[in-house]
C-alpha cells in the first residue's frame, strides 16, 4: 500500500530524527581480539523502530578516504523478520574487534514495518552509523623495577620504591593512553589510591 501524504510526511520527519538513536560502542579503542558492546537506544517517545532479524549491523573500516563494508559476525542465509524496538528501549550487541584500522558499524534501522516481514520490506530504512572507533595491535606490558610502567615493550629503571606504584597492582594496563597508546586505565579507584599515595602526577 502507498503511503498517504499524511504518513510520508511522518514518515520523512521520523527518518530526520532517528539520529538521536545513533549506536555507541563502549570504548573507543580495541585491540585485536578484543570484545566489546555497541549500544542503541530508541530515543522516541512513542515510535518503534526496527532492526535487522538476522543480524543488527555491519562493520565498516576507513580504507583511505572511504568507508569499505567488512559483513558482519552472523551468516545469514536469509534477512530474517524485522525486530521491534520500542520507544525507550534499547539493544545491546557484542562487537569483535578485526583487523588494526578505524571502524565504524551500520545499523539498518527501519520504521513503519510489519513484524512479520523483513526490514527491506519497511516503510523507510535509514543507515545509522557508530561512533568510529580505533583497533590497535596487542602487546601492553607491566614493566619497570616496580611494575609501575605500562608500555609497548619491556624498559629498564631504577628499583627505588615510591608509595603510589602499590596502586598499580590492580590497574589495568592496554591501549588506555592518547591515540591509542599504552597507558593505566584512568578510573576513580587508581586516581584515589594514587592521591591518598600523596602522588599527583599522571599515571604512564
Known amino acids: ?19 538521536a538513536c545513533s549506536p555507541v560502542t563502549d570504548r573507543g579503542h580495541y585491540e585485536v581480539g578484543e570484545q566489546g558492546t555497541v ?32 559483513g558482519s559476525d552472523t551468516v545469514c542465509v536469509w534477512e530474517g523478520l524485522a525486530e521491534p524496538l520500542g520507544p525507550g528501549a534499547v539493544a545491546v550487541d557484542p562487537i569483535l574487534a578485526r583487523e588494526p584500522g578505524t571502524w565504524r558499524l551500520r545499523y539498518p534501522v527501519g520504521i513503519g514495518c510489519s513484524q512479520s516481514a523483513p526490514l527491506s520490506q519497511c516503510a523507510q530504512v535509514e543507515d545509522l552509523h557508530s561512533n568510529t572507533f580505533e583497533v590497535v595491535a596487542g602487546g601492553c ?16 629503571t631504577t628499583c627505588e620504591w615510591r608509595p603510589h606504584y602499590a596502586c598499580y597492582r590492580d590497574a589495568r ?23 591518598e599515595a600523596g ?4 599515571p604512564r
Open 1 to 19: 500500500m502507498t503511503p498517504g501524504p499524511g504518513s510520508t510526511r511522518w514518515l520523512l520527519a521520523a527518518a530526520a530524527l532517528l539520529g
Open 39 to 70: 549500544t542503541l537506544l530508541n530515543h522516541f517517545a512513542a515510535t518503534t523502530i526496527h532492526l535487522g532479524g538476522c543480524g543488527h549491523f555491519e562493520y565498516e573500516q576507513r580504507i583511505g578516504n572511504e568507508w569499505v563494508a567488512q
Open 141 to 156: 606490558v607491566v614493566t619497570g623495577c616496580s611494575g609501575q610502567i605500562c608500555a609497548e615493550e619491556h624498559v629498564g
Open 173 to 195: 594496563c592496554g591501549r588506555f593512553g592518547a591515540d591509542g597508546r599504552c597507558g593505566w586505565e584512568s578510573t576513580p579507584e587508581l586516581a584515589a589510591c594514587l592521591e
Open 199 to 202: 602522588s599527583q602526577s599522571s
